[in-house]
């Protein structure tokens, strides 16, 4: 009759512990798929910025095979030193 009692008490102890585990493996199951959703979410965005700049990047080499490497960096320059020497004037 003992036994009996003490095998009532750990299998109820067991089924709390259980429960409590599940409860927190439910949770955690949550935090990680949202941690997913944004990893996708941020993936996307990598993907499509990556295609955008590689769109760019063509557009470069074509440009810089049309005007010449020396050209283009020539007129990227001019634009660099002409956008610096500008002063503004303020008003007293």
Avoid: C, P
């Amino acid at each position: 009759m003992n036994t009996l009692v003490h095998a009532d008490i750990f299998f109820f102890v067991t089924t709390i512990a259980i429960a409590i585990v599940a409860v927190f493996v439910i949770i955690g199951g949550i935090f990680i798929l949202r941690i997913l959703k944004d990893v996708r979410y941020i993936s996307g965005v990598a993907r499509r910025e990556t295609d955008l700049l590689a769109a760019d990047l063509a557009a470069l080499r074509q440009k810089v095979k049309r005007d010449g490497a020396f050209s283009g960096l020539a007129a990227m320059v001019t634009r660099l030193w002409a956008g610096r020497g500008k002063k503004v004037e303020r008003k007293k």
